[in-house]
């Protein structure tokens, strides 16, 4: 046996434990330790709950990330970034050859994750750093709304409304399909702009993916609303198409 140490980042879909592919169980099940990030010690995450349908329960070690830090670069975001990395280390230095990270959604896709690698990587250059591919919020409420998300020569655009609907204005101008995550708290805000920009007839909206509670509808539903979503809620409004295949 090899004595190189692997850290893994495995993406594991929105929340539906159906949706972990194959090969991320598969690495899941082969790692010594899996790591999920949570708020809190005992409070157990979306990405604990989605873990834990395909994977030993001994095997499984809880993380405290700064979840719902939403100030940028925090020194509490910070501090756990270094306590998760130091969990990490602890681990190889304990044995164990393969430690995997658990994230919702896709490691490489607006995951702690990253930080974490980078912060294992800076402290000991030897260990490997790997990810497993996971399916996208975008991905599940394409699937579960019927939207297809882009056709012939059409751009994708993603945008994440951490720091307002500015940049989501500007994409929405363009004429491709833009994808809003993490839009939740400025809902009514991002319902104005995708009303000004004239595609709240084929946007749709879902939160909670694959969990109880989930809601998936058009973004019609929200005008006038004003209330707030889940955090971590994704918008898609595609643009007007017109005729089959006018966009090839």
Not at 102 to 122: C, E, H, K, W
Not at 151 to 180: F, H, K, N, S
């Amino acid at each position: 046996m090899g004595t190189e140490r692997s850290l893994i980042g495995v993406g594991v879909g929105p929340g539906d434990p159906e949706q972990v592919t194959v090969k991320a169980v598969r690495v899941m099940r082969e790692a010594d330790t899996v790591l999920v990030p949570v708020m809190a010690p005992d409070e157990p995450g979306r990405a604990e709950a989605t873990v834990r349908a395909h994977v030993p329960d001994g095997s499984v070690r809880r993380v405290v990330f700064a979840l719902n830090d939403r100030g940028g670069r925090s020194e509490r975001r910070v501090r756990a970034w270094d306590e998760a990395a130091r969990t990490v280390l602890d681990r190889f230095a304990r044995g164990d050859r393969r430690v995997a990270f658990a994230t919702i959604g896709d490691p490489n896709l607006y995951s702690t994750f990253g930080y974490l690698a980078q912060t294992v990587r800076d402290a000991d250059p030897s260990v490997a750093v790997e990810t497993v591919p996971g399916i996208t919020a975008m991905q599940d409420l394409a699937a579960r709304s019927g939207t297809v998300l882009a056709e012939g020569t059409e751009p994708l655009t993603l945008v994440p409304v951490t720091a307002g609907v500015r940049r989501l204005g500007e994409a929405l101008a363009g004429d491709g399909t833009v994808v809003a995550y993490k839009f939740g708290r400025i809902a009514p805000e991002a319902v104005r702009a995708v009303q000004e920009a004239g595609r709240a007839g084929t946007a749709v909206y879902g939160s909670r993916l694959g969990l109880p509670g989930e809601e998936v509808a058009p973004l019609t539903g929200l005008a006038g609303a004003g209330r707030e979503l889940p955090y971590l809620s994704t918008l898609i409004a595609p643009p007007e198409r017109g005729e089959r295949g006018g966009r090839l």
